[in-house]
């Protein structure tokens, strides 16, 4: 049983280990937990300093693995720009359920939280164009200047592929330091169970036991984010758009759904999502072989929902004001954050930090959060694998609309 426990596939157990313990610590060492927060700072910190090397690799690998030059043509540009529309509908879809549920309010704490950092005024949209194109992109590197590492991780990988058989150096070896990025990344997730459990006893000792409450709301506003987007951004359209029937759709999800909960990875669901997209949806293999991985790599409605819940629930945990120019720039944001998001099993934790991170918002939320994350990461992958699903049908139907005007 102890093996068991210490098996890769179940990290998610290990933390909730960490969480209970930290949640007795907090109760019976209240200052001991208080002074010991500075293990959990070096978790969030070992995090922090993944963010780059995760968001270089999996954009580079995923446009040069995915990208054939000679599919990038209609289906190309109408998946993404589909994926994007999807994308930002799941976001206000989510943002609406967010302000509804309002997860960080009315929650009594013995302590109430503070948080003395600065978020910044309204959003200049011209200074973040600005920034997105730097003239130092080194200087973005050591500055974890995320959205400007993005875009030249894009730019660059789209020229190797345009340049053919000459950049394959430049693939392999991007291909091989991404594996080993992301078995680095595995090792500091492994140091979760202690983080977290510092974290915890830290939020127990520091806001007393009202902090279970706001992390219960909080995951149940994110399960309803994702069951709104769900029938509002796919089911409805693909019904009315594609002439599916609503069981036979649903039927195809549930089968997809027992994959996504269950590994909680894009990736290792793509053979069922291909096999139930084809076989019991009929959809195109000659589509259905493009877009879904495609989707696999940057469509992440589930992100939406993640980003949306998360940003609202922290700047209500702490007292901040979001505006309506932050909240466009958030989405507009994390449009391109997750386009990066790595294909594992609670990775979505790092891009959490960095999409609070870059909104200069307090991170410190992220230790209870990783431990139900779990429960959280089960919700957006299969809203993650789902929509690519949706996506490829309503592809597969303007195709198949295409083909009927061109003959």
């Known amino acids: 049983m102890i093996k068991a426990l ?3 596939e179940n990290l998610y157990m290990r933390i909730a280990i960490g969480f209970a313990a930290g949640v007795l610590l907090g109760l019976l060492a209240p200052q001991f937990s208080v002074e010991t927060k500075v293990i959990g700072d070096i978790y969030l910190s070992l995090i922090k300093m993944m963010i780059i090397p995760v968001l270089i690799c999996a954009v ?36 609406a359920v967010a302000m509804a549920v309002r997860p960080g309010l009315r929650t009594s704490f013995g302590n109430k939280p503070e ?18 194109f730097p003239d130092n992109i080194f200087a973005a590197f050591s500055e974890n200047n995320i959205l400007p590492v993005i875009i030249f991780s894009m730019l660059l990988a789209i020229a190797v592929v345009s340049i053919g058989d000459r950049g394959k150096p430049v693939k392999d070896l991007m291909n091989s330091l991404s594996e080993a990025v992301f078995r680095m990344l595995s090792y500091v997730m492994e140091t979760s169970p202690l983080g977290v459990m510092s974290l915890i006893a830290f939020s127990v000792a520091e806001y007393g036991p009202g902090i279970f409450m706001a992390i219960g709301k909080y995951v149940l506003c994110c399960w309803l984010a994702c069951i709104a987007v769900f029938i509002i951004v796919f089911l409805i359209p693909v019904v009315a758009y594609t002439g599916t029937g609503a069981r036979k759709f649903l039927r195809a999800c549930g089968k997809i759904a027992l994959m996504t909960m269950a590994t909680t990875s894009s990736s290792a669901t793509l053979p069922t999502t291909i096999k139930v997209s084809t076989e019991d949806l009929g959809a195109p293999e000659s589509i259905s072989n493009f877009t879904l991985p495609l989707g696999c790599t940057i ?3 589930g992100g939406a929902c993640s980003f949306c819940c998360l940003a609202l629930f922290v700047s ?17 944001a994390a449009t391109v954050i997750n386009m990066a998001a790595p294909g594992i099993p609670g990775g979505g934790i790092v891009l959490m930090t960095s999409f609070l991170t870059m909104f200069a918002m307090p991170v410190d939320l992220l230790g209870p959060v990783a431990a139900v994350y779990r429960l959280l990461d089960m919700a957006f992958t299969t809203i993650n694998v789902e929509g690519d699903v949706a996506a490829n049908l309503i592809i597969a139907k303007s195709e198949e609309k295409v083909l009927k005007l061109q003959s």
């Open 60 to 95: 580079m690998t995923g446009i040069m693995n995915a990208a054939d030059p000679a599919s990038l043509r209609r289906i190309g540009l109408k998946t993404v720009a589909l994926y994007i529309v999807m994308f930002l509908a799941s976001f206000a879809v989510s943002f």
């Open 115 to 132: 948080y003395t950092g600065e978020i910044g005024g309204p959003v200049d949209f011209s200074e973040v164009l600005r920034e997105i």
């Open 299 to 301: 469509n992440m409605c």
């Open 6 to 8: 210490f098996r890769k």
């Open 316 to 332: 209500d945990f702490y007292g901040l004001d979001l505006t309506p120019g932050r909240i466009v720039a958030m989405a507009a």
